[in-house]
């Protein structure tokens, strides 16, 4: 399992937690293209 450094969301994949990383770095914000795949969204939590 792989998390963002910034949000803190986990996902299983390395790459989607990487591009959720460099998202969070510039925008300070969620992609929620990216965020729905993270483990979190998808306990539907
Ligand atoms: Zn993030």
Redesign the pocket.
């Known amino acids: 399992m792989f998390s963002?450094g910034?949000?803190g969301?986990h996902y299983s994949d390395k790459e989607d937690a990487e591009a959720?990383?460099s998202?969070?770095k510039t925008h300070n914000s969620?992609n929620l293209q990216v965020a729905k795949k993270s483990i979190e969204a998808k306990k539907g939590k």
Do not use: K, N
């Open positions: 963002c910034i949000c969301l959720c990383e998202w969070c969620c």
